[in-house]
């Protein structure tokens, strides 16, 4: 069995373990500062955990030895950190960053690097450029990629119509920092939480605002190829208003520690969730002009015995579906990595990728 590290143990961290652990091919190893959060890690043979400061130099370094690869399930802010080591030691690298000047940072280690690094390998950024990638690449010309995600509780029921479903430091970040995208042809930079739409899936409202870093790496490889280049995080109506007051008007983008304290003391955490998935291409195929949509709910469903919200499954399933895709020589094993390299249908077909495609992944159609 591969020696594979997961620094995190939070939902998502723990989620990746459970998978890993009962799928027979991985041993497991948990790294986290927190013993309360380790102690939430399912007790299996094939599962070990360390209680470790990462950022002590040489601490990291030395759990890696033997490692096949290492998965980081942190926040954005030690990514860069993780990487490092993983250089270092000489491992392969994945990560679930949200984080552009981070996935930068890890682009300039994979430089020099004899391992695979592969950021952005979680829902959005991650499965949303493969999806993206695979329908831009039906047409003999390209005019817009539009691509909407969002993970959103089943039952609102508080004025922002929200819940926390994944890391609260990725979510403040998306929300302020500014947002990549192609508009007229030309790269460019926008701000997050503007540019505000509103559609209907299957009956329901929502609308979808710029948010930063779901794109990936899509902007650099479609520069030169397609008019309109863009990526909206999904929230059902109202939520981006309160949002743009608590950062804006109350100054709380500059006090992150302080939103991050109301956000996770007021918004409870739920596994009654549902993730959309929502992308549309716009081209020419034969000199006609040809829209391509993508489509996708998913919801939480039991995963080896316990109940998983549909945030934990799509972001967990999809990088140990790149791991497995690596350890089996589907992807390249040196450098740099990126999403749109990896192919849909292997994705979908793989035994972690199918959690896209199997019975609580649902079709859906938008008005």
């Known amino acids: 069995m591969k020696k594979i590290v997961v620094v995190g143990a939070g ?9 890993l652990s009962h799928s027979g091919d991985y041993q497991v190893v948990v790294v986290d500062q927190s013993e309360r959060n380790l102690s939430g890690i399912e007790a299996h043979p094939a599962v070990s955990t360390i209680a470790a400061d990462i950022k002590q130099p040489g601490t990291l370094d030395d759990i890696l030895k033997g490692a096949f690869a290492v998965l980081s399930a942190v926040p954005f802010h030690l990514t860069v950190t993780i990487a490092e080591a993983a250089g270092r030691v000489g491992v392969h690298y994945l990560d679930l ?9 890890v682009k300039r280690i994979a430089a020099s690097a004899k391992t695979a690094f592969i950021p952005q390998c979680g829902l959005a950024p991650g499965f949303i450029s493969i999806v993206a990638n695979d329908l831009s690449k039906r047409f003999d010309r ?7 995600v969002g993970a959103l509780p089943v039952y609102p029921s508080n004025a922002l119509n929200y819940n926390l479903t994944w890391s609260t430091d990725g979510v403040i970040n998306e929300y302020i920092e ?17 540019e505000r739409e509103e559609f209907s899936i299957d009956g329901v ?3 979808a605002f710029n948010t930063s870093g779901g794109l990936g790496t899509l902007c650099e490889t479609l520069k030169g190829k397609v008019r309109t280049l863009n990526y909206r995080t999904i929230r059902y109506p109202g939520h981006a208003a309160i949002m743009k007051a ?21 918004l409870p955490s739920t596994v009654q969730d549902v993730v959309i998935i929502f992308v549309t291409v716009c081209g020419w195929k034969e000199n006609r002009l040809i829209q391509e949509t993508y489509a996708r709910k998913v919801y939480g469903e039991v995963v080896a015995g316990e109940m998983q919200s549909a945030i934990q499954i799509t972001t967990a399933g999809s990088i140990c579906a790149v791991l497995d895709m690596l350890a089996d020589g589907t992807l390249k094993a040196e450098g740099f990595v990126h999403q749109e390299e990896i192919n849909l249908d292997r994705f979908l077909a793989n035994r972690f990728g199918r959690y896209y495609a199997a019975h609580n992944g649902e079709m859906v159609r938008a008005a």
């Open 142 to 148: 390209l005019d817009s990629v539009r691509m909407r």
């Open 11 to 19: 939902k998502i961290g723990a989620t990746i373990t459970r998978l």
């Open 205 to 207: 409202t929502y609308e």
């Open 97 to 105: 960053t949200e984080d552009v000047a981070s996935t930068r940072e």
């Open 178 to 194: 500014p947002c990549e995208a192609i508009v007229n042809g030309e790269l460019t930079e926008v701000p997050a939480l503007e």
């Open 246 to 266: 608590l950062l804006n008007d109350l100054g709380l983008a500059s006090r992150r520690d302080v939103l991050k304290d109301i956000l996770e003391n007021a």
